[in-house]
């Protein structure tokens, strides 16, 4: 798997057609995540299946876009974090200790 970070200017249809580029080129998305990545720009983080183009060519792609502002591969390791980074608090999910009575 390949992970890509995208952030969008915040447009009418940014997403949108960030997921059109996606399925016209056949990119196989396994995992999406969009929030807040600063003033005037979401945060896409986008894992894509390990059957995938090159990654040179994913990243050149999706920064011919318009609404990209900018767009960089991420190692898995770092995917963890950026995904923690651009969820809001109220979606993420908690990390209690349960215990088995």
Same mark, same amino acid.
Not at 44 to 62: S, T
């Given at each position: 798997?390949?992970?890509?970070?995208?952030? =969008? +200017? !915040?447009?009418?249809?940014? /997403? !949108?057609?960030? =997921?059109?580029?996606?399925? @016209?080129?056949?990119?196989?998305? +396994?995992? /999406?995540?969009?929030?807040?990545?600063? #003033?005037?720009? @979401? @945060?896409?983080?986008?894992?894509? !299946?390990?059957? $995938?183009?090159? $990654?040179?060519?994913?990243?050149?792609?999706?920064?011919? =876009?318009? %609404?990209?502002?900018?767009? !960089?591969?991420? %190692?898995?390791? =770092? +995917?963890?974090?950026?995904?923690?980074?651009?969820? #809001?608090?109220?979606?993420? #999910? $908690?990390?209690?200790?349960?215990?088995? $009575?």
């Amino acid at each position: 798997m390949t992970t890509y970070v995208v952030d =969008l +200017h !915040e447009r009418a249809g940014a /997403l !949108e057609r960030l =997921l059109n580029l996606c399925r @016209r080129k056949g990119y196989p998305i +396994h995992t /999406l995540q969009f929030g807040p990545g600063g #003033p005037g720009v @979401r @945060r896409v983080a986008l894992e894509l !299946e390990a059957d $995938a183009p090159p $990654a040179a060519r994913v990243v050149a792609n999706l920064a011919k =876009l318009y %609404d990209v502002a900018s767009v !960089e591969q991420v %190692d898995r390791a =770092l +995917h963890a974090e950026v995904a923690q980074a651009t969820l #809001p608090d109220a979606v993420r #999910p $908690a990390t209690r200790a349960v215990r088995a $009575a």
